[in-house]
């Protein structure tokens, strides 16, 4: 996955991740919610086969890139407790 930066204020960052799908745009958007400095989290794919998600992260006091930083490290987190949980499960 490639970030592309559209747009970056002191409270907002617009960008681009080229090669997200909704899976990982949906993770990424709802983590960033959990972060109570986040004023808007969204993102949009203008068209679903060749479009490439733009999101929107403003905040209300917090760096948006920071907010950003700190949601992929909790999803890095929760995806290395998953990975954990599954290799203790045997079929």
Known sequence: MELKVVE???KKLV???IGADHTFSNALKKELWNDKSIKISA????HPL???PRF????DDKDPEKALLDAVKRLQKKNEQFLEGAKKIRI
């Open 15 to 17: 960008f681009d991740l």
């Open 50 to 52: 060749i479009g490439v």
């Open 56 to 59: 929107i992260v403003e905040t």
């Open 43 to 46: 993102y949009n794919i203008e």
């Open 8 to 10: 970056k204020s002191k």
